[in-house]
């Protein structure tokens, strides 16, 4: 029986070769599976239909496309969102995302077609072949991995030849200057000019964030325990509510980034990446933690955020640390519920204001006007408290405080030199400095 294998398909030239690879040097009946995560959002190359067609004249048995945006959005980038992710603080992981996605799709149907492996169209270099890889294993650990584009050795030119060689149509695919991926979480573009990152992108680079708006424009987003679900009070699934944020935002040239990243494989990369509506959210959601999170968790929270953000850019989405941090994540979001404003301006977007029904900022307590509800008398003595600790330390260890610059450069003692002539050791360091104790400190009264 030939081995049956469900090729991820993007509908470009290393993955229509890799159809007809698989058939010729695996002896393979391929299943091409190409998954919309929101790509192709520039009208002229959503053509699903074409690229189903293509995988047929390239060879394989059977070509699905599967509509997985929505899932993208509510089960892939919420989560990003709930977790700020940003991996090194800046990249919103949005290839990251997607490559578990379509991971889900491929076991899915490798399922359905009783297949023996899954195939991705992934070179060597790069972090995706490492998420589909892993998330294969997590999913489906009886399922082999295929990566043709690892080992067939192939130029781009030959990749050009080959299609020609077997009549696939490739008509379409124009020679492009930049390696692209793209989904509704932003645009990721590599290669050509930018792989010296001293080069600045050229505006060529850029089709999400074309500045074509130059009057302002304010936008309210809506978040439930989270989640965003309206804009300007019009409730919308998460899916179309990324979507428009990208026009929205895109429209005023915001959402650029120009990085040298760490893949996981060892290698440092210049990368650009498009997000208008990822960062938008990010910053608009990030703002309304800091009016609803209680101090402790927003604190716990940020420190474990760049943890997620570095398991999901380095595959392991599928992974026990991922779930149990999205547990933790999810649980924080209970109060996360209110609405930021948003407001535009070429070549930026930024936040304007944020209010929420379980807002914990109590205007009695943070004003400085009549309305203060704050109990001053309290502040003194928690703060000779909050200060008791480093008083007694002053007061036995510190050295005593010089006018800066006093010394002669090259006659100061070394610190703790000082600190040693300054308090010496004795059984009763109270009495052995006397006069030193502050009388503030009641250090030496019992
Ligand atoms: N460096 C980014 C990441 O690892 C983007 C990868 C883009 N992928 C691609 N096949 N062009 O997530």
Known sequence: MAKRVVLAYSGGLDTSVAVRWLIENEGAEVIAVAVDVGQNADADEADWDAIRERALAAGALEATVVDARREMAQDFCVPALMANAKYEGKYPLVSALSRPVIVRHLVA????????AVAHGCTGKGNDQVRFEVGTRALAPDLEVLAPARVWGLTRADCIEYA???GIPL?????????IDENLWGKAIECGVIEDPWNQPPEDVYTMTRQTATEPVEIVVGFESGVPVSLDGRLLDADVLIAELNQVTGAYGFGRLDMVENRRVGIKSRETYECPGALALLMAHADLEDLTLERDLHHEKARLEPRWSELVYDGLWFSPLKQALDAFFLESQTYVTGEVRLRCEPGKCFVVGRRSPVSLYDYGLATYDAADTFRHQDAAGFVRLWG???ATWSARQQ???KSPGSAAPGSAAPDSATRLSAAPVSADPVSATPGSADSESGIGSS
């Open 171 to 179: 008509s379409v695919t124009k020679e492009k200057p930049y390696s």
């Open 164 to 166: 020609a060689t077997w």
């Open 388 to 390: 008791q600790g480093v």
């Open 109 to 116: 149907e490798a399922r359905r077609h009783d297949a023996h």
């Open 399 to 401: 050295v005593p405080s």
